[in-house]
């Protein structure tokens, strides 16, 4: 293998993993590790923990979601209720980011041999 396309892959973070497998943009991707580190959290404690507003934790808690990286637990409180978010352990990731990779390998694979 061509000894600059190697050096490349070595450079690779998790971060760039996750962008490019999961399709996560930069503020999802913090907000996760922010979420691995707290264990729990609500949207305004993760908004100030990352430094942003609401509505941008909000947006990046709904993708993370989508993207089953974050699960939401509904709490009843004596005023009304309130949202928890809490990750999915990391080992879970890896094993789906491998799983999508193990996927778009086999079928570049199949597209090339029709080329």
């Known amino acids: 293998m061509n000894k600059l396309i190697v050096a490349r892959m070595q450079k690779f973070t998790v971060e760039d993993l996750m962008r490019c ?31 942003r507003d609401r509505t941008t934790v909000q947006k990046a808690l709904r993708s993370l ?33 491998e799983e999508l990779l193990d996927d778009w390998y086999l079928s570049v694979k199949e597209w090339l041999k029709k080329v």
């Open 21 to 51: 497998i999961l399709g996560l943009q930069e503020i999802e991707i913090r907000i996760y590790f922010e979420l691995l580190d707290m264990k729990e959290a609500t949207v305004l404690e993760l908004a100030e923990r990352v430094g």
């Open 65 to 97: 979601m989508n993207c089953g990286l974050v699960e939401r637990e509904k709490i009843t409180e004596k005023s009304g209720f309130k949202y928890v978010y809490k990750p999915v352990e990391f080992k879970d990731v890896k094993a789906k980011m």
